[in-house]
């Protein structure tokens, strides 16, 4: 666990590639065309305006935890943030619900893309303006702000593959993002994933997004039977 409360080099990199990940995700949902919105997503039970209205609740976690300092030392980092659960969600978690009520009664995607692009803005700016060796509290735990944020382009790089997963036109994540994505989830999940998968199918192959196809299991070996990493 890093306590170190010095931003190294990557440290501040990660926060940097927060702004890059969550501008190219807001930028990716305002692209879409209504129609899209009624589209289901990577997200089980989720159609995409559901995920939209998801990502307005996350930029506001960003809000409250960016302003809620803390006084105490870290308990984790970018990595501990995440843990590995061997439940899938099942939409049927009260939060899950709300979010589906709640996008439904946006009604017009517009007013959703605007709430998101309000909001989400807000949320960029507040990370830019971050202090990153500010320690914050979050879920009962203390982060550094820069590794809440660090912890974030996990989050912002799986929602933009879940937004896209069935929209042919949509952008895809920027590549650094897959990459350091792909090196955060080795990390929590403490594997490695074969060389020949490209980041974006480690993500999805991995957090069970897709099924691994039967030469990817062969590569795979024994981590097949382990997989998928739920992240929660």
Known sequence: MRLSLVAGPHYVADVDLFSRTWSALRAA???LPDEDFAQPS??????VRDLVCHLVIDA????ITLATPAETEPTRDAITYWQVTDTPPT???PLDALT????AAYQEPRLLKFHLDDVGAAAGRAAELADPNLRVGTQGEVLTAGDYLSAYVLEWTLHHLDLIAHLKDAPEPPAEGLARTREMLEKIAGTTFPASFSDKDVLLVATGRRAATDTEKTALGPLAARLPFILG
Request: charged letters at 25%.
């Open 42 to 47: 990577g997200c089980r039970g989720w159609l």
């Open 100 to 103: 589906v009520r709640l996008a």
């Open 29 to 31: 949902v305002a692209g």
């Open 60 to 63: 506001q976690d960003v809000l």
């Open 91 to 93: 939409g049927d978690d």
